[in-house]
């Protein structure tokens, strides 16, 4: 099997302007969405209580709204949660009562609707925790991004850096941005899936970098974009075959993971798909912008290139 | 050129065997069984009590697969759930007659099925965290500006009473929040009351101001001093927390700080909430009451007479029973500090109590009216008394005196501990609870089980399917990667958790990059004409550089996880983290050796099977690579 017959370089930059473009109106609506409509934050960040209900038959869900909304909460969510026998229960603190009677109360409620009702789980978070995972999950954004851009600008060059890090978190606020669309629930779960992909798909922007730096000191002729070009295509295959299969574990969470990894899986999804793109057309094409020229990456010339390969384990074995 | 030496073989050899036998111990599963630990400090589990074990479950015709005595505590494993709940019953009734005050914990636990030799390996299987087998999880906030406060209090009657003692006079002593605010008339008082200060208090800095005709003095609590005051509480919370769990009968409790102010309790198998915070919550209080010493009370102690109005009787942790008389003198609130230490003169261990001012002038009327009588302390939790130590006075007593005479050094340290336990040196609150039950564990178990083994399938078969043998290869290096991971996992004795399973399941999918970088490289060597065997060196040389180029960027993600990760995130992180340094053993040297054995000897080798390698027909770009 060989999927990609490839005759020749595809002219990924041609069309760099317009991809940029769309790229920057979907960063646009992800920011947007993400102001307009926010993250639909789980427990853990806003602070509550969760409670999982089980049932004998497929629950009710408009029954068991019912029930709850008599107890005068203002903002409660009833959603099923795996199967149609699980009810998940989401409260807001509640001054004056603590999660005990608020649990306690809830159960009474739904018991006498249905008596098969019970309590699988319940999780009560305190406000003062949530805020301080937002922080703490900023602080870790920020160290993933900084030490990144530190590697790879020791690595390759500065350029490079800015190039896949602005790539890479076009993705990140993309992802963000379909859970504010789409008002999925974004949980700790789900921070870890960010910024495990963040330093996933930097992978793909490494490779291709990788790629133009070798091809700047093969091909003495070509242009920076044909170089970016050639390496862009004999690296695509590579791109899209080892995304396709970190996408298949991702699935097989997707489908067999159940309800605490849905999301989670999801996030990575996005994340994976936006990252072929983004490091084919956005990182490559700032880079473009950005004037990377041979000379940033073939330090003191073509003459010296072979004493210079021994600290560079990128020169590999001259074939 | 593709050959490994007989060292290179050797590590691939030595690491399998040792990945395979630190991950054997987790495919065994789990088994019932009993485990019986010390209730009380001064209870302890041995080969007496492992005899006593053994003796009563013989009689209840019980016998276990496996008995083991390890760390304090005893464990009996059972085949069936059926014999594992008996051999409770028979063991609460023997060791355990009174329930009210129970020697020892007799609790259901689960433990490894594995061989015991695999055991004796010190090869575990890996904990699973509470989302995976039930229980409760508690996350509590102590409150540390209160500890700063109560001792600020205490400070500044200390200081009251000395200035006091030392004839400082016209002073006046008042607590600001943290600081400490002292007026004086004269300049000299104030210098005495610095010095004094210097000399006695040296937790405390000192700044003095003048302002008008009165001199201020402000002293507050040195930063390192407060660092230790605020260790200190949350360790004495740690202390009673463990002593109130202990009740509760749970096999495995873990109690851990957290940052510099949490403390995590998860109790594995709980599921009544309620109870758990309860006994969470409860404050243990510590009374100290004059011993009744009058003639019934002596008769009602020695031959168990009726007990004299205005006393009552408790017994003693020997179970000798102590007579004291209802009047309280003085409670745990006014006693800050109770440490071990050791007697100048005579040697003996003893108890060092300190008493806040208050205490202190109690104490001191209250030892020079009852000179050589007996004094009682006790403990009450839930409302039940129990007398820790009643000595007798032996002189005037102040803010600073000891316990000492015929204890053993344990037991001066149990004492300590007991007194100090009386309460909780900072108040706590809980800040999150979570209760998963036990069949939302097993599911959570099933389905990350399951999402691991369909992906790592889906890979193998399109792995195999797209790469022929190389895809085997690959295939081969992913499973390995999986065992290393789990067997470093057991081997750290990492608690296992849902996120952990499914950074598990990522790594699989990271991993295989790295394969298909150097398969994909192999294939653009070979298309480009190169020989089989040169192909194959030059793309795993080639792979490598981009190889460790990604895995440092992905590992860069997962340290910041791990960094600033709480909780799931963190589990999430450390698996991610290893299975990342994993897959660079498994994905390049492992799977290199793979080829090496396979291919390596071949001297005319024409084919290499890895998949179709297509040319182009026109001499595109796309594959110009020129030599």
């Known amino acids: 099997m060989e999927f990609f017959r490839i005759h020749k370089t595809i002219p990924f930059m041609r069309h760099a302007l317009v991809l940029n473009i769309i790229s920057f109106v979907t960063f646009a609506l992800a920011v947007f969405f993400l102001l307009h409509r926010g993250l639909h934050l789980s427990v853990e960040f806003t602070g509550g209580t969760v409670m999982e209900v089980a049932y004998q038959q497929s629950a009710d869900i408009g029954k068991v709204r019912e029930a709850i909304g008599k107890l005068g909460y203002p903002d409660v969510q009833v959603q099923s949660y795996g199967t149609s026998r699980d009810v998940q229960i989401r409260l807001p603190a509640q001054k004056g009562m603590n999660s005990d009677q608020q649990s306690a109360q809830v159960m009474q409620a739904l018991k006498t609707v249905d008596p098969s009702a019970t309590q699988r789980g319940i999780e009560v978070v305190g406000p003062q925790v949530g805020e301080e995972l937002t922080t703490n999950g900023l602080k870790a954004l920020g160290m993933v991004v900084v030490g990144i851009m530190i590697y790879l600008a020791i690595r390759f060059e500065w350029k490079f850096a800015l190039a896949t890090v602005l790539a890479n978190l076009h993705d990140v606020v993309i992802i963000l941005g379909f859970f504010a669309f789409f008002q999925w629930e974004f949980s700790l779960a789900v921070l870890a899936a960010v910024l495990a992909v963040l330093g996933y798909s930097v992978n793909e922007s490494v490779v291709i970098f990788d790629r133009v730096r070798e091809n700047f000191r093969r091909y003495r002729k070509m242009n920076t974009v044909e170089i970016i070009d050639n390496a862009i295509t004999s690296t695509i295959s590579r791109t899209i075959i080892t995304h396709g299969s970190t996408q298949l574990v991702v699935l097989s969470m997707f489908f067999f993971g159940g309800p605490t990894l849905h999301y989670f899986a999801l996030a990575l999804t996005i994340g994976i798909c936006f990252g072929i793109y983004s490091s084919c057309f956005v990182a490559a094409a700032i880079a473009m912008w950005l004037g990377i020229k041979r000379e940033d990456l073939i330090k003191g010339g073509p003459t010296k290139r072979d004493g210079g390969s021994e600290d560079d384990p990128n020169a590999g074995a001259v074939v | ?627």
């Not at chain 2, 005050?101 to 490894?112: C, E, G, M, Q, W």
């Not at chain 2, 495995?252 to 758990?276: C, F, N």
């Not at chain 2, 006693?335 to 008493?355: E, R, W, Y």
């Not at chain 2, 890895?610 to 690579?625: F, L, M, N, S, Y």
């Open chain 2, 1 to 627: 050129m593709n050959r490994y030496p007989v060292w290179k073989y050797a590590i691939i050899v030595i690491v399998l065997l040792v990945g395979l036998i630190y991950s054997l111990p987790n495919f065994f599963g789990e088994a019932p069984a009993v485990q019986v630990s010390a209730a009380k400090s001064t209870v302890k589990v041995d080969a007496a009590t492992q005899s006593r074990v053994e003796e009563a479950l013989k009689a209840a015709g019980l016998a276990p697969d496996l008995l083991t005595l390890e760390a304090g505590s005893l464990r009996a494993r059972f085949a069936t759930p059926d014999e594992q709940l008996k051999a409770r019953d028979t063991l609460q009734r023997t060791l355990v007659p009174d329930p009210a005050d129970p020697p020892y914990v007799v609790a259901l636990n689960l433990v490894s099925r594995s061989p015991a030799w695999l055991t004796s390996l010190h090869a575990f299987p890996m904990y699973l965290g509470l989302d995976l087998r039930g229980g409760v999880d508690f996350l509590l906030q102590v409150d540390m500006k209160g500890a700063i406060d109560k001792k600020a209090e205490s400070f500044a009657s200390d200081l009251r009473t000395t200035f006091r003692d030392k004839g400082i006079r016209g002073t006046s002593v008042s607590r600001n929040g943290q600081t400490i605010e002292v007026l004086f008339r004269d300049a000299a008082a104030l210098e005495a009351a610095k010095r004094l200060i210097q000399d006695q208090f040296q937790d405390l800095a000192t700044t003095d101001s003048q302002d008008g005709s009165n001199w201020r003095l402000v002293a507050t609590i040195k930063p390192e001093a407060a660092r230790r005051l605020q260790d200190a509480a949350l360790k004495q919370n740690i202390t009673t927390l463990h002593n109130r769990i202990n009740e509760l009968g749970v096999a495995e409790p873990v109690i851990q700080q957290s940052g510099l102010d949490r403390i995590v309790v998860q109790l594995p198998g709980v599921q009544d909430t309620a109870k758990a915070k309860d006994i969470l919550g409860r404050t243990a209080t510590l009374e100290m009451r004059l011993v009744d010493e009058s003639a019934e009370g002596r008769a009602a102690e020695l031959s168990g007479g009726p007990v004299p109005f205005g006393s009552e009787k408790f017994l003693e942790r020997n179970g000798r029973p102590v007579i004291v008389k209802k009047q309280v003198l003085v409670t745990g609130e006014n006693l800050t500090d109770a440490q071990p230490g050791f007697d100048q003169q005579s040697n003996q261990p003893k108890v060092d109590l300190t008493m806040d001012a208050k205490g202190g002038r109690i104490m001191r009327d209250v030892s020079r009216e009852n000179y050589k009588k007996r004094m009682a302390m006790l403990i009450f939790e839930k409302g039940k008394g129990e007398v820790l130590t009643a000595p007798s006075i032996n002189g005037e007593l102040g803010n600073r005196f000891q316990i000492s005479g015929s204890m053993t050094v344990t037991e001066a340290n149990d004492l300590a501990l007991l007194l100090r336990a009386g309460s909780l040196a900072a108040p706590m609150e809980i800040i999150q609870e979570r209760t998963i039950g036990p069949s939302l564990g097993a599911d959570n178990i099933e389905k990350g089980f399951k999402s691991v083994m369909y992906g790592f399938l889906a890979i193998m078969v399109f792995m195999c399917a797209y790469y022929a043998l190389f895809g085997l290869f690959s295939s081969i290096a992913l499973a390995v990667n999986l065992m290393l991971l789990v067997a470093i996992l057991s081997m750290l004795q990492a608690t296992l958790t849902l996120p952990g399973i499914a950074a598990m399941a990522l790594a699989i999918g990271v991993a295989i990059d790295s394969n298909v970088l150097i398969n994909e490289r192999v294939r653009e060597e070979l298309r480009n004409g190169a020989s089989p065997q040169a192909a194959i060196h030059a793309g795993y040389d080639r792979a490598w550089g981009t190889i460790l180029d990604s895995n440092v960027t992905t590992l860069i993600a997962g340290i910041a996880l791990l960094a600033f990760g709480s909780g799931p995130v963190r589990g999430f992180a450390v698996v991610h983290c290893i299975g990342i340094v994993t897959s660079m053993f498994s994905a390049v040297f492992f799977s290199r050796g793979l080829v090496n054995f396979w291919y390596g000897q071949k001297k005319k080798l024409k084919t290499v099977s890895i998949g179709t390698v297509w040319r182009p027909k026109t001499d595109g770009t796309a594959v110009a690579e020129g030599k």
